[in-house]
């Protein structure tokens, strides 16, 4: 019987994936010498841990008895997170290291580790689809890292940013869309947190914002607030004491967190459109779903806190000794009764 080894690998790209969660993978087209050609998809960490298993089975062509016997090419360790930016200049290297093991002497290139790494899978037929999302109105950039779009374009997500601003390609174009122009083939909306955390996440404003909107907050620099929910269009609600409103979550950050500028924030220096600022939007939907409105949001927020102990059980008081929320008291240092 013939044995069968690998003769080619060649890098096709990358795709960001996002179950079970966010991680890259490389496309391969592995060509064998029974002329057979597989797609097959490999994240980093798993080419790394195949490359280590390699060393161990050959210590000596891994230079672990002597360094100048080395032949094994050498691969740099993964990154504790990996960027799109890592991901993509690792190409070139990855290339290289390919090329040079699968023309090492044949005890090594077609051993049974290496072919069965290279070996297709069930999985590498069947990928995650990647869905395609309609426009649902026109959007007109406003800056060149952004793509124009036309009501009814169809657009593949390459990466979605949590501050509500998805990189998108469009055709031969690539760059930065409001998610909120978005929506996908089959329904009116993504589902985004289940439900609302009324128990909240601490963060702090890193920017000013004064609300546009009735049912966005105003809010300084350095304020620290509460997140009870996350929505993918990038305008999270946030409590500050009694109330409850929209907020941009690109000027937001977590406490106790180290803050670390994200490579697609740098260029963004204001909050993606909201849905209900777009004029003439055409879904092909019938209905969307409904969104929560701040009484809502207000009134089970003081319902969970009471529940919980954290809300003072008392008479509501003027709009000059007005009630503290647990977050105000927390900043005072106490409990006001």
Not at 244 to 271: A, D
């Amino acid at each position: 019987m013939e044995e069968i080894y690998v003769r080619h690998v060649e890098f096709l790209g990358f795709e960001k994936r996002f179950f079970p969660s966010q991680h890259y993978v490389y496309m391969l087209m592995v060509k064998w010498n029974n002329l057979s050609e597989k797609l097959i998809y490999r994240g980093y960490p798993e080419i790394y841990t195949f490359h280590k298993s390699l060393m161990e089975m050959f210590p000596i062509e891994a230079g672990d008895i002597d360094k100048k016997d080395r032949i094994i090419p050498a691969l740099p360790a993964p990154k504790w997170l990996d960027s799109q930016k890592s991901t993509e200049t690792r190409q070139s290297t990855l290339a290289e290291y390919c090329h040079s093991l699968i023309n090492l002497p044949p005890k090594i290139s077609r051993c049974q580790l290496v072919c069965n790494f290279f070996k297709v899978r069930p999985e590498d037929e069947n990928p995650p689809a990647q869905q395609p999302y309609r426009v649902i109105s026109d959007y007109s950039k406003t800056s060149k890292y952004e793509i124009n779009l036309l009501t009814g374009d169809l657009v593949e997500i390459v990466e979605k940013s949590p501050n509500g601003w998805w990189f998108c390609q469009c055709d031969i174009k690539r760059g930065w869309v409001p998610a909120s122009y978005l929506e996908p083939l089959d329904g009116p909306e993504e589902p985004e947190d289940a439900d609302p955390n009324y128990a909240g996440e601490l963060y702090i404003t890193t920017q000013a914002y004064k609300a546009a909107q009735d049912d966005e907050l105003t809010l300084e620099t350095g304020e620290t607030i509460e997140v009870i929910h996350k929505l993918l269009d990038g305008w999270w609600v946030v409590r500050k004491g009694e109330e409850t409103g929209h907020f941009p979550s690109m000027f937001l950050h977590k406490t106790g967190e180290k803050k670390e500028m994200e490579e697609n924030v740098i260029r963004r220096q204001i909050p993606p459109p909201r849905r209900s600022t777009i004029r003439n939007a055409q879904s092909i939907h019938g209905k969307g779903r409904k969104g929560i409105s701040q009484n809502t949001y207000r009134r089970n927020s003081r319902r969970f806190l009471l529940q919980k102990g954290d809300w003072p059980n008392q008479p509501r008081k003027t709009s000059n000794d007005a009630t503290q929320s647990p977050l105000q008291e927390k900043e005072n240092g106490g409990t006001s009764f």
